[in-house]
C-alpha cells in the first residue's frame, strides 16, 4: 500500500456495530504493525472511549472540528495496544461538523504518517456529501430485513455520490430466520467484506472497557475482525474490489420493491 488509507463506518440504522468494528478493526490493524488512528467522529453519541477505557477525555473531535486545536493536540494514546485516537466528548451536546471543517480534518489526516484513518460516524447520513475525501466507506448491517433494507438504500446514495463501498455483516448467528451471507451477495452489488459473528465477548468487553480484539483473542469474533482486517490489507494493496455478483432471486425482488 502506498498512501493513507480513509476508512468510515456508517449505516442508517443505529445500534449495528459500527462502534464496535471501527475500535476492534483499528486495533487490529494496529496490532499488526500499521500506524492507525481511529476518529470517533460520532457528534450525538460518541461511544468509542467506553470500549477502549477512553472516555474521560478532554480534547476530542469537536475541538479539531471547530478548528480549536489542531489534530495532532487531540490526539490520545490507547495504553495497552497505542492505538491513536481522536476520542468524543461523551457529555458533549450533538454538533454539526461543517464542509469546512472536514476539509480542514482532511487536510490534516493528509500530512500525517497514518496507514490507516478509521471513521466511526453516527447512524445517518451526516457529511455524505463530501465523501471524496473517504477511500471506502463501510455500510455495516445486522442479518435482518430492516437492516438490510436500510444498508441498501445507504449503497443507492453512496453510488449516486460515486463513493466506493463495500458491506459488513455483524451479529450474525447462522439461525434460519436471519439473512444470510448468499442472500446479501445476491441484493447488495458491491462486496460484502466480513460476516462477523454475535459473540457474547462484545458486551462484555464494553462493560470491562478492554477492546474485544485484546480481551478475548480466541473468539470467533476476534477471528472474523482479524481476517476480515488481513483481508482488507489485501486489498488495499492490490487495489481493486472484485468483481460485483451475479444478479440472484432477492436482488430481482429488491428491484422490484425499490422500482
Ligand atoms: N458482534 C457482536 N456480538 C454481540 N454483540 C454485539 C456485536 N456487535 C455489537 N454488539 C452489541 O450491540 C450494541 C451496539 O453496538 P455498537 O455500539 O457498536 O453499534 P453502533 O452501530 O455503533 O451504534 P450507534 O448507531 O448507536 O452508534 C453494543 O452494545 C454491543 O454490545
Ligand atoms: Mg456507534
Same mark, same amino acid.
Given at each position: &500500500? ?18 464496535? %468494528? ?26 468509542? *472511549?467506553?470500549?477502549?477505557? &477512553?472516555?474521560?477525555?478532554?480534547? *476530542?473531535? $469537536? @475541538?479539531?472540528?471547530?478548528? $480549536?486545536?489542531?489534530? $495532532? ?12 485516537? %481522536?476520542? *468524543? ?11 469546512? #471543517? ?9 500530512? @500525517? ?12 447520513? #451526516? ?17 435482518? &430485513?430492516?437492516?438490510? /433494507? +436500510? #444498508?441498501?438504500?445507504?449503497? /443507492? ?8 463501498? /463495500? ?18 451477495? +445476491? ?16 458486551? &462484555? /468487553? ?31 494493496? @492490490? *487495489? ?11 436482488? $430481482? ?7
Amino acid at each position: &500500500m502506498s498512501r493513507q488509507h480513509i476508512v468510515r463506518l456508517v449505516s442508517q440504522k443505529g445500534g449495528v456495530g459500527k462502534t464496535t %468494528i471501527a475500535v476492534n478493526l483499528a486495533v487490529y490493524l494496529k496490532g499488526m504493525g500499521y500506524e492507525t488512528l481511529l476518529i470517533d467522529a460520532d457528534t450525538t453519541n460518541p461511544s468509542v *472511549g467506553f470500549h477502549l477505557g &477512553m472516555e474521560r477525555a478532554s480534547i *476530542g473531535y $469537536r @475541538s479539531i472540528a471547530y478548528g $480549536r486545536s489542531p489534530l $495532532r493536540e487531540a490526539v490520545a494514546v490507547h495504553p495497552s495496544t497505542g492505538l491513536h485516537v %481522536i476520542p *468524543g466528548i461523551i457529555n458533549a451536546k450533538p454538533f454539526i461538523v461543517s464542509d469546512e #471543517a472536514v476539509r480542514r480534518i482532511h487536510s490534516q489526516l493528509g500530512k @500525517s504518517d497514518y496507514r490507516f484513518v478509521i471513521f466511526d460516524t453516527q447512524p445517518g447520513y #451526516a457529511n455524505f456529501h463530501v465523501s471524496k475525501y473517504v477511500d471506502e466507506t463501510l455500510i455495516v448491517t445486522t442479518p435482518d &430485513m430492516p437492516s438490510l /433494507s +436500510s #444498508a441498501i438504500r445507504v449503497a /443507492s446514495t453512496l453510488d449516486r455520490l460515486r463513493a466506493k463501498h /463495500s458491506m459488513v455483516l455483524n451479529r450474525y448467528s447462522g439461525r434460519k430466520y436471519e439473512v444470510s451471507p448468499r442472500e446479501i451477495g +445476491s441484493i447488495y452489488e458491491g462486496r460484502l467484506q466480513a460476516v462477523i459473528p454475535e459473540d457474547p465477548i462484545v458486551p &462484555m /468487553s464494553i462493560e470491562e472497557h478492554i477492546p474485544a480484539m485484546e480481551l478475548g483473542r480466541r473468539t470467533g469474533f476476534a477471528r472474523e475482525i482479524a481476517s476480515f482486517g488481513r483481508s482488507y490489507c489485501d486489498l488495499n494493496m @492490490s *487495489g481493486e474490489p472484485e468483481a460485483p455478483l451475479r444478479e440472484g432471486f432477492f436482488r $430481482r425482488l429488491f428491484r422490484f420493491w425499490h422500482r
